[in-house]
């Protein structure tokens, strides 16, 4: 690692040390200021709003725009204490992280991490930007790599000023993977003085303990030498675990004891006691509890449960880094900058030893069939069957001990650049550069070689020649100990994702109307993108039994070439307005992207303001954009896999070689969306309108359509067989299959429709104090998916399947968040404040089910007939109460008026005199000045997660996408600003 993070160091130099320069030149010109010639600073007059780069536009900008843009600020993170991104966005009804800590706990194939999308459509459809720019991606993506996404969880919380949502597509304005929409996460800046948060928090049952420490100190510095400001962050967060057995509903898998309706889980990853084929019979066997041998059965029971004691419903993590952001001013038409992140993550964890499956091979290359899985031979003493067996399902052999898995990752950007403010008709020129990169690693200890352990099942291991392994043992004890030095290895993997980045941008204002300012802006850029990947030398040989990881893994790299354009007609506005006709103002924006494997694509964007009286605003749409395949997707490697199908032209079971990975022939996902709003701000304007009453209410509605064409997917074995798709299928010339290729295709269409809407009210600060409500809330009342299904005679064509609010799919398709807070000032500047949020999330139909009844086979065969499982709604409430120690107030010196002492003689010039500070003078209280104290509960009743028995849920008894197995959680927080 250190010798190759060594080899880099070149690659990052050119960035990095500009940046480095910067900082020092900034601190050796402060300390020689009072030597410096004079220079103009960039000042913002008394009154007037500094304009800022939102979301979504290229010009800077002041006030509202085409483009619909939703804000999480410090009062929305404040008032419900949260310690993550990750918690700060997921209680943003408009998106969900689609995989988290939570979602997949311990050994998963994204450990570590949250990937977060809007409308929830999959991952990598929302684009993620710091201050802007691309942030690397996490390098072990979804899938061995093939579905990449930027770690929410690698940007520290102590860094961030806001969150800012663009709602509907971006591709025309920052590329490929904005087709969901933007997710823009701003630092702070121009932040004087310091700020440290401590914050604890404990759920009631003892566990999930969550310690967090941020520290932010800022420092702006005006003087001869120009204008200068530093910011610092720096941020630690602790959680430990939560077990499985420690939460009820998950500390048994036999959920036929909660309802008859309730099916238990046919494997908890695999079952300690296995089920088996015999080669010779054709019999079932499954192995008996009671005993250390297979029993024969006609039929396949439901697995037998046990306590999952290695089993986690949340893992450790332990995350620490910060940013630097550095803004000087040399002169007042210049602006040098630079923002640094770095971050570290560890992630440890444990699950149950997953033992062997009928998946497992022990040849990277399957040559002959008949012996391509673990076989437990005839002539093995423990075997009484007399016969070759080999498991159906998978055999779990927690003798071994669990899998104990530690991550580590680490993320590294850096952005440098320069702003030159023209002096005329506010143009500006923009460039900067990005390097960014993440590096992550991954120990799994506790697995079983492949091939030692069939040459143990058949006595013949190299150092125990003639001593046979026994795999029905249950987990009682450590029978099979002595093999344990020869089968036992561990899995790794080193991943790195780079990130490289150079823009040029220049805009302005071309004319200057009497309806506003009509701007051009313009930009170039240059990506480049790499992801390298590393295993172990048994999981790249397929020697590890239900392997993470298995087979070569890949490194490719990629660049796209990029121009784009934005203009702002502003046909309506300002001195150019009447009652029905406030505002129309449309941006049109183009993009074109040259891509390194496709070609180029150009997608376009038309937004529209409309705006007929100065309280209502209404916003419309229409964008194109685009997903290109991911490295992964592309060059991932392929792998080979017996599975057993049925092959509808012969009628007949078969095992058969079937073959997964990359595809280099593949397109890029074309996306069309269609976003309208609707946005009510009475007496916003004018204080003396019918409306005056209701200002600082807030409503709107948002509406949305996305559709995806070529989406990309794989099928799987059976419905490739039966749609026998060309080039997929192979045969022999007598016409036995003999092989299937489920690579990664250009397959279906996806299409999604919802709405979003809230208000809010903040009332004026009144004797008895002052209210503030707020409402957010998503409905998705469409999301189908026309994809290659196979039909129940084998065969499989093209359908239509409304996945609207199915488990593991789009979640719930209701939910919403709602909070009021009662705040006071007392004491003269000190702040009291309490409120409550109560958040809720729509029931949902399990994995289980016939969508919508566009698949009824899919539910055929439940008990009753036809039967769905419906996974409640969820509903909780916080609660949250605060004290905040205010600043003393500051005393404005004030001189005498002009006029004549008593005896007659004129006042001439005396020195200004304070006034007497009013107010505590204790030291105690001086200390405790901007000091805010804060004590809440989550989750006030104690609600437990809806019951969830599908797949989706990893059979931890809850939907791992809608809802979190915390239960009560107590927290306190101090905060002291300097």
């Known amino acids: 690692m250190k010798i190759r993070l060594a080899a880099r160091c070149s690659r990052v130099a050119a960035i990095v040390s500009a940046a480095q320069w910067l900082v020092l030149f900034t601190l050796g010109i402060t300390a020689r200021a009072q030597n410096a010639s004079p220079t103009p600073v960039p000042a913002t007059s008394a009154g007037e709003l500094e304009q800022l780069t939102v979301t979504g536009y290229l010009i800077p900008r002041v006030g509202e725009g085409p483009e619909p843009v939703a804000t999480l600020n410090q009062d929305f993170i404040t008032k419900q204490a949260y310690q993550t991104i990750n918690d700060v966005l997921n209680n943003y009804p408009g998106g969900m992280s689609a995989q988290n800590t939570q979602t997949f706990t311990g050994n998963s194939n994204s450990p570590a991490s949250s990937a977060y999308t809007l409308k929830e459509l999959p991952v990598g459809s929302t684009l993620v930007l710091i201050d802007g720019y691309r942030f690397p991606g996490y390098a072990i993506s979804i899938n061995a790599g093939t579905v990449p996404f930027v770690d929410i969880n690698s940007i520290p919380l102590a860094a961030v000023d806001r969150i800012e949502i663009l709602k509907d597509g971006g591709s025309a304005t920052y590329g490929d993977d904005a087709i969901a929409g933007v997710v823009n996460i701003i630092t702070k800046e121009e932040y004087n003085g310091a700020d440290i948060v401590n914050y604890f928090g404990e759920s009631q049952r003892s566990d999930y303990e969550v310690y967090h420490l941020s520290m932010t100190g800022g420092l702006t510095q005006k003087g001869n030498f120009g204008k200068v400001s530093i910011v610092a962050t720096f941020d630690y967060y602790d959680q430990s675990p939560i077990d499985s057995k420690d939460r009820w509903w998950s500390n048994n898998s036999a959920f036929s004891r909660l309802s008859p309706n309730y099916p238990n889980p046919a494997t908890v990853f695999f079952p300690p006691n296995g089920s088996y084929f015999g080669l010779t019979s054709g019999n079932v066997y499954v192995q008996n509890p009671a005993n250390s041998h297979p029993d024969l059965l006609t039929t396949i029971p439901l697995s037998e449960t046990t306590n999952p004691l290695d089993e986690q419903l949340a893992a450790r993590e332990r995350r620490y880094g910060g940013t630097v952001n550095v803004d000087y001013y040399p002169w007042h038409w210049l602006k040098l900058w630079s923002k640094l992140i770095v971050q570290r993550n560890e992630e440890t964890s ?395 295709t250009n397959l279906g269409n996806l299409l999604t429709d919802g709405i979003e809407f809230g208000a809010n009210y903040v009332t004026k600060e009144y004797n008895w104090g002052k209210l503030e409500f707020d409402f957010n809330g998503a409905y998705v009342y469409n999301y189908s998916i026309n994809q290659l299904l196979k039909e129940p005679n084998g065969f499989a064509q093209f359908l239509v399947t409304d996945n609207t609010d199915i488990s593991g799919t789009t979640g719930p398709d209701f939910k919403f968040v709602t909070s009021i807070f009662y705040s006071k000032h007392v004491f003269g500047n000190d702040l009291f404040r309490s409120g409550f949020t109560l958040n809720y999330e729509s029931s949902e139909l399990d994995q289980t089910n016939s969508a919508h009844n566009t698949v009824p086979p899919n539910d055929a065969g439940l008990s009753p007939p036809g039967y769905i499982h419906l996974i409640g709604d969820w509903t909780t409430l916080d609660w949250q109460i605060s004290y905040e120690f205010g600043p003393p107030a500051e005393i404005t010196p004030e001189a005498p008026k002009p006029g004549y002492t008593k005896e007659g003689k004129r006042i001439l010039g005396e020195n200004a005199i304070a006034p007497a500070p009013e107010g505590h003078g204790w030291s105690w209280r001086r200390l405790l000045d901007n000091t805010t104290f804060t004590f809440g509960i989550k989750n006030l009743c104690d609600t437990r997660p809806p019951l969830a028995i599908d797949g989706n849920s990893g059979y931890q008894g809850y939907d791992t996408l809608a809802a979190n197995p915390i239960q009560r959680f107590f927290y306190g927080q101090i905060e002291k600003k300097f």
């Open 350 to 744: 444990v699950t149950p030893n997953q033992g062997f499956s009928e998946g497992d091979v022990y040849s990277p290359n399957i040559a002959a069939f008949g012996t391509p899985e673990i076989v437990i031979p005839a002539r093995n003493p423990f075997n009484p069957t007399g016969e070759n067996l080999i498991p159906l399902f998978g055999q779990a052999l927690p003798e071994f001990g669990p899998w104990k898995s530690d991550v580590i990752g680490r993320t590294f950007r850096e952005v440098a650049g320069a702003t030159i403010y023209l002096p005329w008709n506010n143009w500006y020129i923009n460039t900067a550069a990005v390097y960014g990169e993440n590096d992550v690693s991954q120990l799994v200890k506790n697995g079983i070689k492949t091939r030692e352990l069939q040459e143990a099942l058949n006595g013949q291991l190299p150092q125990l020649p003639g001593v046979y392994f026994n795999p029905f043992t249950n987990d009682l004890g450590h029978p099979n100990a002595i093999f344990y030095p020869f089968l036992k290895t561990n899995q790794s993997e080193d991943n790195r994702t780079d990130l490289e980045q150079y823009v040029l941008q220049a805009g302005g204002t071309v004319w200057a109307l009497p309806s506003g300012d009509f701007t051009a802006a313009g930009g170039l850029e240059y990506r480049g993108e790499s992801y390298i990947q590393s295993n172990d030398v048994d999981s790249r040989n397929f020697n590890i039994t239900s392997a993470d990881f298995a087979g070569k893994l890949f490194s490719a790299r990629r660049w796209v070439q990029s121009a784009y354009g934005e203009l702002s007609i502003p046909i309506f506005g300002d001195r150019w307005s009447w009652p029905g006709l406030r505002q129309l103002q449309v941006i049109l924006d183009e993009r074109l992207d040259n891509y390194s494997q496709f070609g180029s694509a150009a997608k376009p964007k038309i937004s529209i303001l409309y705006k007929p009286l100065d309280d209502i605003a209404i916003r419309l749409s229409y964008s194109e954009g685009f997903i290109v395949p991911t490295l992964g997707q592309l060059f991932s490697g392929q792998s080979q896999f017996a599975v057993s199908v049925f092959d509808p032209v012969t009628q007949h079971n078969v095992t058969v070689v079937e073959t997964i990975g990359g595809n280099p022939a593949l397109k890029p996902e074309n996306t069309y969306g269609y976003h309208g709003e609707i946005v009510w701000t009475p007496g916003s304007k004018n204080d003396d309108s019918w409306w005056h009453w209701a200002k600082g209410f807030t409503a709107y509605v948002d509406w949305y359509q996305v559709e995806i064409h070529g989406l990309i997917t794989t099928a799987n074995a059976d419905t490739v067989l039966g749609a026998n798709l060309p080039g997929s299928v192979i045969r022999a010339p007598n016409g036995t299959l003999t092989g299937i290729l489920a690579i990664f």
